[in-house]
């Protein structure tokens, strides 16, 4: 059954339920986990795992010590701001942390009184079910293809990839030692070293890679983990060298928005044209509309 006759045949069916119950059966399709369950399968029980195994590694907020500089930005924030990490917590676990009270979703405005406001959360990976939105909607077939991705952290790009595309080579960019070791440490236990690999490395020294790569990934990279005159030289690096035509560029958020925040008109991103995404796909109840429009999709020109 194709997506057209089955549309046909769930309209015919709702036709048939009782007017009055009608409205609690649409209630239940959006939120049921039954239903939920019927998306999932198994390279998304694979990601889950590496998810699992890789929060038993980290602090809770997913930072290290040595991420001074992202500590600093967070706090200059207009709000108080939290990193909350997408990849390894979905909602329900953050209200599980929340209801055992080692987690807030909130700050005190006066200590001691009960007017108190949203934190805001920041996350440097994507979800599950953005990773699977990014390789399934947003980018083509990849097979034959190499793809990069700047500042791979975690390496939830490169795990998504690996399970959600055909890409021949994934590589991940990460100049912290310690992401590097914790990377490697999930390749070797997982197996997933005949398609990935990790460099300890600075995208700027990188030239021959970015010439010969088919699909970069640049996911929220630079705002928070470098000033802004080496976010420049980053940026005009790459503008350098990814040159290969055709070639794609997926950045969280837009590139006007990053490039514009460093007040660089002379960096406008004459080198790519933006190809549309459709926004408008269903993956579960846990998936974030917001952070789906926060993915944008560029080919070089």
């Known amino acids: 059954m194709n997506f057209s006759e089955a549309k046909l045949e769930l309209k015919q069916l709702l036709k048939k339920v009782n007017p009055c119950e009608l409205r609690k059966l649409l209630k239940w399709i959006r939120t049921a986990d039954e239903l939920d369950e019927l998306l999932s399968d198994n390279r998304t029980v694979i990601l889950r795992h590496i998810a699992d195994e890789l929060r038993g590694s980290l602090p809770q907020d997913a930072m290290f010590p040595s991420e001074s500089t992202a500590y600093c930005k967070m706090q200059q924030l207009p709000r108080p701001t939290v990193h909350v990490d997408s990849f390894l917590y979905d909602e329900d676990q953050v209200d599980s942390l929340c209801e055992e009270g080692t987690m807030s979703r909130s700050y005190c405005l006066t200590c001691g009184s009960y007017r108190t406001a949203p934190l805001d959360f920041i996350s440097h990976s994507f979800s599950i079910s953005e990773l699977q939105f990014l390789f399934e909607n947003v980018l083509p077939d990849l097979s034959d293809r190499l793809l990069v991705d700047v500042g791979s952290r975690l390496g939830a790009v490169l795990y998504g990839g690996y399970v959600f595309s055909s890409a021949s080579q994934l590589v991940g960019l990460e100049l912290s030692e310690e992401f590097v070791k914790l990377q490697n440490n999930i390749l070797h236990k997982y197996k997933l070293t005949d ?52 070639s794609l560029l997926v950045t969280v958020p837009s590139l006007q928005e990053s490039l514009n925040t460093l007040q660089q008109e002379a960096l406008q991103p004459g080198w790519v044209e933006e190809l549309p995404v459709n926004y408008e796909v269903y993956l579960g109840r846990d998936t974030d509309p917001d952070a789906l429009r926060q993915i944008h999709l560029y080919r070089v020109v």
């Open 195 to 246: 398609r990935i690999k990790v460099l300890q490395t600075d995208i700027c020294l990188q030239s021959t890679l970015l010439q010969n790569t088919d699909v970069l990934i640049m996911n929220n990279v630079f705002e928070f983990f470098m000033e802004p005159c080496e976010q420049v030289r980053a940026w005009r690096f790459i503008m350098e060298n990814f040159r290969k035509k055709g």
